[in-house]
């Protein structure tokens, strides 16, 4: 069994930024990727970022490129989303995920989900 604790979300104003970390525990992790999705009400949930963990590849949809970066601590089990430039509608919880079975960018193929983190940004 794995464990995903997100944390760093909070209130932000339109163009500013927030790190978000998810920190993994539990068994020996071994997870190929990790990713980051978000969820706003009434919405489904969206694919924000990946990241291959041995090679460090990173994946983002077109929404949110240029702006966000994944990025990942191996030693501490940790992946990071640096978010700049942060728009109302980004606002959303944000929920990391591990052990995907299949493409990194597709919310089904992910075993393991933190509870989220709440990130709201107003204008």
């Known amino acids: 069994q794995v464990q995903l604790v997100e944390s760093g979300g909070g209130l932000v104003q339109a163009g500013g930024s927030l790190r978000l970390s998810c920190a993994a525990s539990g068994r020996t992790f071994s997870s190929a990727a990790m990713g980051w999705f978000r969820q706003a009400p009434g919405k489904e949930r969206e694919f924000v970022a990946a990241?291959?963990?041995?090679?460090?590849?990173?994946y983002y949809p077109d929404s949110v490129k240029g702006r966000f970066t994944i990025s990942r601590d191996n030693a501490k089990n940790t992946v990071y989303l640096q978010m700049n430039s942060l728009k109302p509608e980004d606002t959303a919880v944000y929920l990391c995920a591990a052990e995907p079975r299949g493409p990194a960018y597709s919310r089904s193929s992910y075993e393991y989900w933190g509870q989220g983190t709440q990130v709201t940004v107003s204008s």
């Open positions: 990241i291959n963990w041995s090679r460090g590849s990173t």
